[in-house]
Nanobody, 113 residues
Framework: VQLQAFGGGLVQAGGSLSLSCAASGSSFRAAVMGWYRQAPGKKRELVAAISNSITNYADSVKGRFTISRDNAKNTVYLQMNSLKPEDTGVYYC?????????WGQGTQVTVSS
């Protein structure tokens, strides 16, 4: 499985950005898909995850971020609204099949104050 992330960039606080992650392979629907981020000097942390029926969010992004998936397109999305400077970091897409994890390349999100 290969994951390729798109989106990210520079935005002012209060703005919005959208990330997408396209997965190769035919087993996409079997994976729990997630977005993680890593700020400078900090550990990578879970931002949001989605199975085929359940979503999970970090407390810091609840009400502002929305994760969704389109199994027909093998793609997972992250809509980020009301962005804050503390949302700055490298965002990574993850596919968790239980027995194995796959990571995409990171995409930089920078929120200026």
């Amino acid at each position: 499985v290969q994951l390729q992330a798109f989106g990210g960039g520079l935005v002012q606080a209060g703005g919005s950005l959208s990330l997408s992650c396209a997965a190769s392979g035919s087993s996409f629907r079997a994976a729990v898909m997630g977005w993680y981020r890593q700020a400078p000097g900090k550990k990578r942390e879970l931002v949001a995850a989605i199975s085929n029926s359940i979503t999970n969010y970090a407390d810091s992004v609840k009400g502002r971020f929305t994760i969704s998936r389109d199994n027909a397109k093998n793609t997972v999305y992250l809509q980020m609204n009301s962005l804050k400077p503390e949302d700055t970091g490298v965002y990574y897409c993850n596919a968790d099949f239980g027995f194995k994890n796959y990571w995409g390349q990171g995409t930089q999100v920078t929120v200026s104050s």
